[in-house]
T-cell receptor
Framework: DQQVKQNSPSLSVQEGRISILNCDYTNSMFDYFLWYKKYPAEGPTFLISISSIKDKNEDGRFTVFLNKSAKHLSLHIVPSQPGDSAVYFCAASADTGNQFYFGTGTSLTVIP | KAGVTQTPRYLIKTRGQQVTLSCSPISGHRSVSWYQQTPGQGLQFLFEYFSETQRNKGNFPGRFSGRQFSNSRSEMNVSTLELGDSALYLC???????????FGQGTRLTVV
């Protein structure tokens, strides 16, 4: 049972434009969400997080939006750069420690 | 500040054998989680240790076990290896409360 879903396996964006990666979840108990970036043969790298008391969090070019009623979060990258090309995972936890449920990832390609 | 260190990076084992993987968390981090990544299943949570106690456990058979030492270093053991255990095993450390987890580079286990 996949509690966190990333329905777009891949996304291509022109350099300088906005990349929007989406994530849906089913468990209403989730209250902490993270985005990770992953290159092949490496561990995921933490990008940005958001708790359920907020609906937006920004860090430089990265902004995460949370819509609790829709059980949906998105990651915006502006402007997109070729170095952003990687697989992006969203993850969620339910305040039971650090057990995170991961989506299956979206492969982002930023075209120069 | 040193990151999360996992050893070994690569491992080849035969069906039926057992294997032990090691993870040294970031200094000061008391929570260590283990994940299995396979192409078909994405990142699946195995278990989390906090202050030497297993705090959360994922849906994996009892062949998968772990422990944490007083210095927060953790080991994961898989007994009676099966071909399907071939995967990238990732360790993540965090400060303890639900917070961003920082991943190591992983151990690539191949069972032949």
């Amino acid at each position: 049972d996949q509690q966190v879903k990333q329905n777009s396996p891949s996304l291509s964006v022109q350099e300088g434009r906005i990349s929007i990666l989406n994530c849906d979840y089913t468990n209403s108990m989730f209250d902490y969400f993270l985005w990770y970036k992953k290159y092949p043969a490496e561990g995921p790298t933490f990008l940005i997080s958001i708790s359920s008391i907020k609906d937006k969090n920004e860090d430089g070019r990265f902004t995460v939006f949370l819509n609790k009623s829709a059980k949906h979060l998105s990651l915006h990258i502006v402007p997109s750069q070729p170095g952003d090309s990687a697989v992006y995972f969203c993850a969620a936890s339910a305040d039971t420690g650090n057990q995170f449920y991961f989506g299956t990832g979206t492969s982002l390609t930023v075209i120069p | 500040k040193a990151g999360v260190t996992q050893t070994p990076r690569y491992l080849i084992k035969t069906r039926g054998q057992q294997v032990t993987l090691s993870c040294s968390p970031i200094s000061g981090h008391r929570s260590v989680s283990w994940y299995q990544q396979t192409p078909g299943q994405g990142l699946q949570f195995l278990f989390e240790y906090f202050s030497e106690t297993q705090r959360n456990k994922g849906n994996f058979p009892g062949r998968f076990s772990g422990r944490q030492f007083s210095n927060s270093r953790s080991e994961m053991n898989v007994s009676t290896l099966e071909l399907g255990d071939s995967a990238l095993y990732l360790c993540a450390s965090s400060i303890g409360v639900p917070s961003e987890a920082f991943f190591g580079q992983g151990t690539r286990l191949t069972v032949v």
